[in-house]
């Protein structure tokens, strides 16, 4: 073993990584999904200095060059300050003067805005803020889609589907969340605009109507002008043909679109209503995921894979926001199999 192996989990509250160093020695770290490590101030030494409690181990210096946050009873955070200098992990010198509320007793964050798993390896591998962290394999599971998906924190997005379909989404089909009940409420669907397009294919793929940019240019203006940053197409029939799609797809990125989403290239599958759902949830959170894994990509060497919803590793630059929604149920099953296998059970509850 040449590298480091590293195994990182993000959820909605906290980052859980284990490691084996090159020696093969195991490691782990927790830390904050915000990004921040947590301590207490113990006491106020000077006005620039503090003694504090911390349940993290971190060489010298470790923390020069984090910013540090008081927390307030009501969870009100005060002015940040840049740790000047850090004597093990009980002592912080701050470039600047304490706030009054940095008192024995009160919680503060320490963090340098990099991505949770950077700061867990950094953890690990004792590695300073300014300085590259060792070659690693890095292996990432993560729930940002699903919190965004649940929270409706995606981009603003806008679906354009063949003429007539535009109430597609909103239809959608004969599943309710109680069977029974006479005021069906249905939820929204996460797309800001919809916008019907001239054209049509057969089932066979043949056209039937060519494709119409016209009057389109005015209504992507529209949109881009109001905020939308990015577009999922699907057209009747694409999976057959995707011509019409891609065409759409160039004609929306010259545009100005930053991110568009096709439905044929995601999911060619014959029904309309699963192909445009799939290419919304590319499109909403495709620039979320991509994100992230590319703020974690630039501070490590070596591989990058993530978790997807099959069970499965997927390469970083070729991961999609769709496969990651259930990612973390589909972990633990292929994590608890393997631990079963390991243990020579072959019926287990997980």
């Known amino acids: 073993m040449n590298c480091w192996q590293m195994r990182a989990d993000t959820g909605g509250t906290f980052t859980d990584c284990l490691a084996i160093d090159p020696g093969g020695n195991p490691h782990r770290a927790k830390v904050l999904s915000s990004s921040a490590l947590r301590g207490r ?17 971190v060489p010298t210096g470790f923390l020069r060059g984090y910013t540090l946050r008081i927390l307030g009873a009501a969870g009100v955070r005060f002015e940040a300050l840049r740790v000047a200098d850090s004597i093990g992990t009980d002592q912080l010198t701050i470039a600047g003067h304490l706030p009054p509320e940095a008192v024995a007793g009160a919680t503060f964050e320490v963090s340098a ?20 962290l060792p070659q690693m394999e890095l292996r990432l599971a993560t729930t940002r889609g699903t919190n965004a998906l649940l929270e409706r924190k995606g981009v603003p997005t806008a679906l354009f589907v063949t003429r007539g379909f535009g109430d597609l989404l909103r239809i959608g089909d004969q599943r309710r969340p109680d069977l029974f009940a006479l005021h069906v409420r249905k939820s929204r669907p996460l797309t800001q605009d919809v916008v019907e397009v001239t054209e049509r294919l057969a089932a066979d793929g043949a056209i039937l109507c060519p494709l119409s940019l016209e009057g389109l240019e005015d209504v ?126 072959s019926q287990i509850i997980s």
């Open 41 to 57: 101030i113990l006491s106020r030494t000077t006005d620039n200095t503090v003694q504090i409690d911390v349940p993290w181990v």
């Open 113 to 132: 805005g990099e991505e949770a798993p950077v700061l867990a390896a950094r953890l690990i591998t004792g590695t300073l803020l300014h300085d590259p």
């Open 220 to 345: 992507v203006r529209s949109l881009l002008a109001k905020g939308v940053q990015a577009a999922a197409v699907a057209f009747m029939h694409s999976y057959r043909n995707p011509c019409h799609e891609e065409q759409l797809a160039t004609f929306l990125r010259d545009m100005g679109f930053a991110t568009v989403a096709t439905s044929a290239s995601l999911a060619p599958l014959i029904k309309i209503l699963p192909r445009a759902q799939t290419a919304v949830v590319e499109a909403c959170l495709g620039p979320i995921i991509d994100g992230y894994l590319g703020r974690v990509g630039a501070c490590v060497t070596g591989s990058i894979h993530a978790m997807t919803s099959a069970g499965g590793l997927v390469e970083g630059t070729r991961y999609h926001a769709k496969d990651s929604l259930l990612s973390g149920p589909a972990g633990g099953v292929a994590g608890a199999a393997a631990s079963g296998r390991r243990s020579g059970e």
